[in-house]
């Protein structure tokens, strides 16, 4: 077997001699090409190579979602093709790493590079759905290009959390789960749409859902983790379905504090309810709409302000080794 090895340097939760080990337990079972990111986009780069060749058999994507998310993104360029397109393997080294586990694998780096082995050996694998997002046909946002994404997509306040919380890693700060929760309390209380929410869900024939706060886009669950704790926004989203949203339409502080609750008690068969809940599942074409520019995120990376995503999911997408 002939494999391409992204390694992302700065991961969070490798450093450099455990990234040597993996290389050398990866290139003692397959002929191994181990190539280490240089810029934001390399490991897209590194993956449309591997897409395109014909004789790379596995990508294996060492660092956080966000290689992760670059790996698919350049596999899939010319579009899902599973028989044809390289399988794909994650070694998690983010501080998340919610793709990895979601596929069931150690979130420590050695434990699933032996688990990546073992079921290379057994030739495990699955086929997965995955998500699309593009601009909008007929507005301002209609030249933004489509972007896969591989557990979850947020456009607004999440969206916002995000943005903030990269901000502050620029700055130096380490990403930690309390980083979130105080950034997610800065941007509660610097929202101005929180009360009144500007997003329109459209889907095909249904009615439009307006006035919504919040909106998360899953692929799968759960939809986060805050430490070892998963937090399940849509307990019924998976691999194997189309997409599922969350939304809110009103974050008073008193149903923020109610729909936090939710989150943090949140179990595989249980997720956030109200009246003014919106819980939608296994969705292939669906569009948000904003009445003003919002913050846009997928797999954790905060993508700039949109007024208007379409969004596709897409069942058979990419396999992946499990």
Request: proline share 6%; with cysteine; net charge neutral.
């Amino acid at each position: 077997m002939r494999a391409l090895l992204v390694v992302n340097p700065a991961a969070t939760t490798t450093s450099a001699r455990t990234r040597d080990v993996l290389i050398h337990a990866l290139a003692s079972e397959m002929k191994l090409e181990a190539v280490t990111t240089e810029y934001r986009g390399h490991a897209r780069d590194l993956g449309r190579r591997a897409a395109d060749s014909d004789d790379i058999d596995l990508v294996v994507a060492l660092g956080g979602d966000g290689t992760v998310n670059e790996v698919v993104n350049g596999l899939l360029h010319a579009g899902p093709d599973p028989d044809a397109l390289p399988r794909l393997a994650v070694v998690p080294g983010g501080s998340t790493n919610v793709f990895a586990r979601a596929l069931g694998l150690p979130n420590d780096a050695v434990e699933a590079t032996g688990a990546i082995l073992d079921a290379l050996s057994l030739r495990s694998e699955r086929t997965v759905g995955l998500g699309v997002a593009a601009g909008t046909p007929g507005t301002e946002d209609e030249a933004v290009p489509p972007r896969w994404f591989t557990f979850c997509a947020g456009f607004g306040f999440d969206a916002g959390v995000v943005g903030r919380v990269e901000q502050q890693r620029e700055r130096g700060k380490t990403s930690t789960h309390s980083l979130y929760i105080r950034q997610a309390a800065r941007q509660f209380l610097g929202d101005p749409h929180r009360r009144r929410g500007a997003i329109t869900l459209e889907r095909p024939g249904a009615e439009p859902v307006k006035g919504l706060a919040l909106s998360i886009v899953c692929n799968t669950s759960p939809w986060t983790y805050l430490g070892n704790r998963p937090v399940y926004a849509a307990p019924a989203a998976s691999f194997d379905s189309a997409l599922d949203v969350l939304a809110f339409g009103r974050l008073s502080a008193a149903a923020m504090a109610r729909y936090s609750t939710q989150l943090l008690t949140s179990t595989p068969d249980r997720g956030p309810r109200g009246k003014h809940v919106v819980s939608l599942h296994d969705l292939t074409d669906f569009t948000l709409h904003s009445k003003a520019p919002l913050p846009f995120q997928m797999d954790g990376d905060h993508l700039g302000l949109r007024s208007s995503v379409t969004f596709t999911g897409v069942r058979r997408a990419l396999r992946v080794i499990v």
